[in-house]
């Protein structure tokens, strides 16, 4: 039998769509775009970080000025109720999604099992 192991993957990421925290975090996004001053500063933030970690990636470092309006943006909208909510939901897809990625990957931890190292506490 032969497995087209993305067709699953493309099963899999339609039916992502339909679980309630997926829903919760889609909910959560439209609420926030919905603020448009809120979501006007977020955007800000979230580019201010991605121009941060491109310097960093091509060894450069942030200017002082660049961290404190990214300190800034981040004490902004991190006290807004519709980004806390925002944030509460993307912690909810992530726990999801940790737990999909243990389950899809027990395969190969099974492979290695006997040369992984063992944590206290385990047998």
Do not use: C, W
Request: glycine share 4%.
């Amino acid at each position: 039998m032969v497995v087209n192991i993305y067709d699953t993957a493309n099963e899999l990421s339609r039916q992502l769509r339909e679980t309630q925290e997926y829903q919760g975090l889609q909910k959560a996004f439209e609420a926030l775009k919905a603020d448009g001053d809120t979501f006007d500063t977020f955007k800000k933030f979230q580019q201010a970080q991605a121009d941060a970690q491109h310097k960093q990636m091509t060894g450069q470092q942030p200017t002082d000025d660049e961290i404190k309006n990214i300190q800034n943006l981040a004490k902004e909208v991190s006290g807004k109720k519709v980004v806390q909510d925002l944030m509460n939901q993307e912690r909810q897809v992530d726990s999801m999604l940790q737990q999909l990625n243990k389950t899809i990957t027990s395969p190969i931890q099974d492979l290695y099992s006997e040369v992984m190292p063992k944590m206290p506490g385990q047998e």
